[in-house]
């Protein structure tokens, strides 16, 4: 179960009845949208249906058994969300927002380079700061992926930027290449590995560009400084040396 403090209240009034149930907001939008994929224990505040949920007075149970034909409140509360008006305060919708924007920079970063910069990752700042002078708003109320194209919409006139995945390929010596390569293989999708006859090994890895200073950095930090890493330009490429 979530805080009440993280909850928004979804609301359904029908045969002049009113229900209320306390859900996460993103879980509210995932359902009404059909989308929703996790277990409706996790996202809710409280196994019950109100009549108001700030006083914690309940329905009667013959109004429940009216509308929805059952007083099961996990029955019930998906299709309160589903047939209600998700109800969010002032305050609920500014923290949701500032939560969105943080989510919506991360990606970016995570995703983008810098075209004009060799591909050089865009720090989040930039993009911070980017968003602000193209004068981009977060949707509170939308999923942070269906935002993304809009945000580098508006992003383009400000700074170069795409979207890109980078491969690399990276070398680890003998004595680093048993625990270190175990951490490697979990950075990305790992193409292909080769154990050399030196007991050296080679790893190539596809990842989100914008993730290529924190992947030196990990090679780095595994081999202590003695990892070889290369970003592979094609498939010729591939073939580890």
């Given at each position: 179960?979530?805080s009440l403090d993280e909850a928004v209240t979804a609301r ?95 990606k970016i970063t995570r995703n983008a380079v810098n075209p ?101 950095d990990l090679a780095n930090e595994v081999s202590s400084g ?16």
């Amino acid at each position: 179960m979530i805080s009440l403090d993280e909850a928004v209240t979804a609301r359904l009034e029908s045969h002049g009845e009113r229900f209320e149930v306390l859900v996460d907001p993103d879980a509210a939008l995932a359902i009404k949208r059909g989308e929703f994929e996790g277990e409706l224990e996790d996202v809710i505040a409280a196994e019950d249906v109100f009549e108001d949920a700030s006083r914690g007075d309940r329905p009667a149970e013959s109004a429940l058994e009216e509308v929805f034909g059952t007083t099961d409140p996990m029955a019930i509360i998906p299709e309160v969300i589903e047939r209600g008006e998700i109800q969010i305060t002032a305050d609920q919708r500014r923290e949701m927002q500032e939560q969105k924007r943080r989510q919506l920079i991360t990606k970016i970063t995570r995703n983008a380079v810098n075209p004009q910069m060799d591909d050089a990752p865009h720090p989040p700042e930039r993009i911070e700061r980017a968003l602000e002078e193209a004068g981009f708003k977060v949707d509170p109320m939308e999923p942070v992926e269906n935002q993304i194209d809009d945000a580098l919409d508006a992003l383009r006139p400000v700074i170069p930027i795409r979207f890109d995945e980078v491969v690399m390929a990276v070398r680890l010596p003998a004595e680093f290449a048993g625990s270190g390569q175990a951490r490697i293989r979990q950075f990305g999708d790992l193409e292909r590995e080769e154990w050399q006859n030196d007991g050296s090994w080679v790893g190539v890895v596809r990842f989100p560009a914008g993730l290529q200073n924190d992947f030196f950095d990990l090679a780095n930090e595994v081999s202590s400084g003695e990892a070889d890493t290369r970003v592979v330009k094609d498939e010729d490429d591939l073939n580890t040396r």
